[in-house]
C-alpha cells in the first residue's frame, strides 16, 4: 500500500503542501529467472528456475555481492550529511580521475562535474528528518562486486541494467573500479561498482531499501551478467551450505591493516568488533554458558530445510531422467561443511590453547575442558 502524506509549512520538506509518498524500493522488470521478493524458498520459484539454480550451485558458480550502507553517520549534521555527500562521489571518482554515469548513462570526469552534479541533486531540498525527528540518510551507497577476473565492463553493464530497473526516478551515479583502472593504493583485485543513489526522487518520494530488495537486486544482478555470458549466482549462504556471515568491507580492511602492522617492526589495533566478539565468547567459556544461541538454533533449522529441499529436488529430477544433475545434488548435500560460528571456533580455539599449556606443565587429564 502507499501512504500519501501531505506535508506542511511547519514540517521539513521539499517545498509546502507537496504529497511526500512512502515507498518500497522498486523492483520493475525483473527477468523471468529472478522473481520478484526473491528470498524465496526453492519450492517457491518454477521448476524450470530451480533447476537452472541448482546447477549454478552445485558447481559453484561465482556469488553476485551487493553492500548497502547509509551516506549518514550518526554525529553528522544536515550540513555535514550533505557535504558527505559530495565527499564520497569524490571518493568513488578518485576525486575524479575515473569516469562517472549517471541514471541517464552520462559519462563525466573530473573534480568540477562532480561537483556539478552534486549540486544538482539539490539535497539542501530533501527532508533531513524523520516522523519522530530522527535524521535521515541524503542517499545510499551501493557496491556491487564480482570475483577477480571477471570482465569489468560486462560488471558495468550490468549494474547499469538494475539500476535502470530499480532505480527509475531516482538520481544517482556510479564509478567502476578495477585493479587495473584504480589509481588507489592496494586497489582490491576484484571488479566492483560503487552507486550513490538519492535517497528520493523530485517529487519527493523516498526509496526504503529492505532486506527482500537486497535479495531481488542480487538475483536481477545475476540475471544481467548471465545474459551476458557470465556464469553467476545470487543464492543464500544457507542454500550454499555456508554458515558463516562475510567479515564487512570496514572490519576486513581494518584486519589486513592490522595483519600488516603486526610484522617484526610493526604494531596495530585490531578490528575493535572483532575484540568485543572474541572477550564475548571467551567470557562465556569461562563461566560455562555454551548453550546454543537463538541465532544458532535458527542457523540449524535453516540446514535442515534446505537438506530436505535438496532431497526432494533430487528425487524430482531422477524421475524426470536428469540422474546426472541428481547425483551433483545429492553429492552437494552431502559435502557441506558441518554448521559453525565465530563464537564456537574461538572457544574451540581458547579450550585448545589451555589444554597445550597443561600437557606441557605435564598435566594430562583435561578432559573436563572440552566439554
Known sequence: MQKHEPLGDARPGRRPSIKRLVLRSPTRNV????PKGSGQSWRSRDWATIKE???????????????????????????AAIEGVLRYMM????????PTFDEHGERSEGREEVRDKHASWNLDMQRMKGMKNEPLHPSFNVIFSMPAKTDPEKVLEAVQAVA?????????????????????????EHPHVHLILRAEDEDGNRIYIRKTDLRAWREQFASELRARGIDANAT????????????????????????DA????????????????????????????????????AMAARRRDVLRELAENAVRLRREGDSELADQVERFAKDMAPLDSERRQIQRALVEQVKKRLREHGVDNAEDLSR
Open 31 to 34: 527477468s523471468a529467472d529472478s
Open 53 to 79: 539454480r541448482l546447477r549454478l550451485t552445485v558447481k559453484r558458480a561465482p556469488e553476485v555481492v551487493i553492500n548497502v550502507k547509509g551516506s549518514r553517520r550518526s554525529q553528522d549534521s544536515d550540513h
Open 91 to 98: 571518493y568513488i571518482s578518485r576525486n575524479g580521475q575515473l
Open 164 to 188: 535502470q530497473a530499480s532505480f527509475q526516478g531516482y538520481q544517482y551515479l556510479m564509478a567502476l573500479h578495477t585493479h587495473e583502472t584504480d589509481p588507489a593504493k592496494d586497489a582490491p
Open 236 to 259: 543464500s549462504r544457507a542454500e550454499r551450505g555456508r554458515s558463516r556471515k562475510a567479515v564487512g568491507s570496514a572490519e576486513w580492511h581494518i584486519q589486513k591493516r592490522y595483519q
Open 262 to 297: 603486526t610484522g617484526p617492526r610493526g604494531s596495530g589495533d585490531a578490528s575493535q568488533a572483532r575484540v568485543a566478539r572474541f572477550h564475548a565468547a571467551a567470557e562465556e567459556l569461562r563461566e560455562g554458558r555454551t548453550e546454543p544461541k537463538p541465532w544458532e538454533i
